[in-house]
């Protein structure tokens, strides 16, 4: 009785309807729908790797400053001080007197645009000149004496900067939010000198005995561990 129960065509139909609403319902519950494909957003793809990321940030500090120039005579065959990898905004101060005749900018990023500005009244107190720089070039400036040199990056938002009494502190020219002592001495002869670890009354001195043509015999003994053997 209960085997031709389980071959008759109607118990056959309904396990056949049971079957399928028992597929119908394990799919729909069963099955989650796969994520969208994840794409890593732009500083993923940059860095994704510490290495790159590393070179990238080291290849954008190598071209981050200026060399500037005090020159005790011309830009081209006189001594001078150097404030090396200098900054945007921050004064290079020379001296505390007008004495340098011209200043010079060099190693400007090829991409850069910037307002050279030449300073005098001691250090960067006042602007003397002002001038603008293509990157790539050297400038030169050459309306002293200066006491001092700074840049900042050019602005199509302000008209070009002129000289003003207020001087590095100026808001139209961008202002010093810093300062950095020479730490170059160069003579005529091209022998150079580390001076960074030096007082202002030393680099004074040392800067007075270069503008006065002194060669390296003529610089005391005592500053003979300075200089940068080549």
Not at 46 to 67: E, Q, R, W, Y
Request: aromatic share 8%; proline share 6%; charged share 15%.
């Amino acid at each position: 009785m209960l085997g031709n129960f389980k071959t008759s065509p109607k118990y056959i139909k309904l396990l056949a309807v049971s079957l399928q609403k028992h597929i119908l319902f394990s799919t729909h519950h069963s099955i989650i729908p796969s994520p969208p494909p994840f794409t890593p957003s732009i500083p993923v793809l940059l860095f994704k790797n510490a290495a790159h990321s590393n070179l990238f940030l080291g290849l954008a500090a190598t071209a981050s400053a200026v060399d500037l120039y005090l020159y005790t005579g011309n830009c081209f065959n006189s001594a001078g001080i150097v404030c090396t990898n200098i900054n945007p905004n921050t004064c290079c101060g020379g001296s505390n007197v007008n004495i340098f005749p011209q200043v010079g900018f060099r190693a400007i990023p090829a991409t850069w645009n910037l307002e050279c500005r030449g300073h005098a009244g001691g250090f960067c107190n006042q602007i003397r000149q002002v001038q603008r720089a293509s990157g790539g070039r050297d400038l030169c400036l050459g309306s002293g004496p200066f006491s001092g040199s700074g840049y900042g990056f050019t602005s199509k938002k302000k008209r070009f900067a002129q000289p003003t009494e207020e001087g590095c502190a100026a808001e139209d020219v961008g202002g010093c939010t810093a300062s950095q002592k020479p730490d170059l001495l160069f003579l005529a002869d091209g022998t150079q000198y580390k001076i960074s670890d030096l007082d202002d009354a030393d680099i004074d001195g040392l800067v007075k005995l270069a503008a006065s043509g002194a060669n390296a015999t003529d610089v005391p003994a005592e500053f003979g561990a300075l200089e940068i053997k080549k």
